[in-house]
C-alpha cells in the first residue's frame, strides 16, 4: 500500500509540471480564443454579446460588398511557403547534417557553432539584414537583374523570394540539429552490410541511411513547418505585403483592424491546419516506414 501511495505520488510529482504548463500556456489561452471568436465585434473592436459566427464568415471571406477570396488564398499561401521553406531546408539540412557528423570530433562543434551562433540573434535583425542584401542595387540584386530574375532597380525585397529566403535562413538550424543527431546514431554495420549486398548507393540510402535518419528528419520537420506556417515578422518585414500570411493576418486584426473576434478565429484555423499537418507527417512518418519514434 505504501509503495502505491510513494508511486502516485512520484508520478504527480513528475507529471505536474508538464500538466500545469500545458493548461495554463496552451488549453487555457486557446480556450479563450475559441470563446472569443464566437462573439461579435463590438464598436471598439472587442468581443462582445451576443454569440456570433460572424467572425468565420468574415474569415472565409463574406463582407459587406460580398465575398472576396483574399483571406483564402493567404490561408493557400502559407501552407505554399512553409511546405516550399521546409523543403528547402531539408535540402540544405540533410547534406550539411552528414558532413558535420563525418568530419574529425574536434571540428564538429565548431561546424554547428557556425550554423546556430545567427540564431542567437534577433528575428527582426537577421530580417533587416536580409532587407539590406537584397535590396535594389545591391550585388545580389544586380546578379538578379543580370540573370532575368527580377527588373532593373526593383530588387529582391520586398517579394515572396526574399520571405523564402528568410525563414529558410532562420529555420535551417532547427532542422540540421536534430539530423546532425540521427546521423550520430547512425549504425554504419547496416550500411556496409548493404554493400557487401551488393546494394546500389541509392539502395543503400534508401534502406539503410534513410531508415535511421528519419526520426530525425521528422522532429526537423515539425520544428520548422510548424513555426514557419505561423510567421509574423519576417513576412512582415520582407515581404512588404506581398506575401502576408495566416499569422499576419491574426495580428493585423488586434492591431490594427480593431476585430478581435476576427483574429481569434483566424488563430483557430492555425490550430486546426497545424493538427492536420502533424497527422499527415505522422501518418508520412508510417508510410515511410518509421518506428514509434517518428510516430509522434
Do not use: C
Not at 20 to 41: K, T
Not at 154 to 172: C, D, H, K
Not at 199 to 210: E, I, K, N
Not at 239 to 253: D, E, F, P
Amino acid at each position: 500500500m505504501s509503495s502505491l501511495r510513494r508511486d502516485t505520488r512520484y508520478l504527480l510529482a513528475t507529471t505536474a509540471p508538464g500538466v500545469f504548463f500545458i493548461v495554463v500556456f496552451l488549453v487555457l489561452p486557446s480556450a479563450y480564443l475559441v470563446g472569443m471568436a464566437f462573439l461579435s465585434n463590438g464598436p471598439y473592436g472587442l468581443p462582445t454579446p451576443p454569440v456570433s459566427l460572424q467572425a468565420f464568415r468574415e474569415l472565409a471571406g463574406f463582407g459587406f460588398l460580398g465575398w472576396s477570396p483574399g483571406n483564402l488564398y493567404t490561408l493557400i499561401r502559407s501552407v505554399w511557403q512553409s511546405l516550399l521553406a521546409t523543403a528547402i531546408v531539408i535540402l540544405i539540412a540533410y547534406p550539411a547534417a552528414y558532413i558535420i557528423s563525418r568530419q574529425p570530433a574536434r571540428w564538429r562543434p565548431l561546424m554547428l557553432l557556425a550554423i546556430v551562433v545567427p540564431s542567437w540573434t534577433n528575428q527582426v535583425i537577421r530580417s533587416v539584414g536580409w532587407m539590406n542584401i537584397l535590396a535594389p542595387g545591391t550585388p545580389v540584386s544586380d546578379v538578379a537583374v543580370w540573370v532575368g530574375l527580377t527588373e532593373p532597380q526593383m530588387g529582391l525585397f520586398p517579394s515572396q523570394f526574399a520571405v523564402i529566403v528568410g525563414l529558410v535562413y532562420n529555420f535551417l538550424p532547427f532542422m540540421v540539429l536534430p539530423l546532425y543527431a540521427a546521423f550520430e546514431r547512425l549504425d554504419t554495420e547496416q550500411v556496409e552490410a548493404a554493400r557487401d549486398l551488393f546494394a546500389s548507393p541509392v539502395g543503400v540510402f534508401r534502406h539503410a541511411v534513410f531508415p535511421q535518419t528519419l526520426p530525425g528528419l521528422m522532429a526537423g520537420t515539425v520544428l520548422v513547418a510548424i513555426p514557419a506556417f505561423g510567421m509574423y515578422v519576417v513576412t512582415e518585414l520582407l515581404g512588404g505585403g506581398k506575401a502576408s500570411m495566416i499569422g499576419n493576418l491574426v495580428a493585423r486584426q488586434f492591431v490594427q483592424a480593431s476585430n478581435w473576434p476576427l483574429g481569434a478565429a483566424g488563430a483557430i484555423i492555425m490550430i486546426i491546419v497545424t493538427l492536420l499537418g502533424l497527422k499527415v507527417l505522422r501518418d508520412l512518418g508510417r508510410r515511410l516506414g518509421g518506428d514509434r519514434e517518428v510516430l509522434l
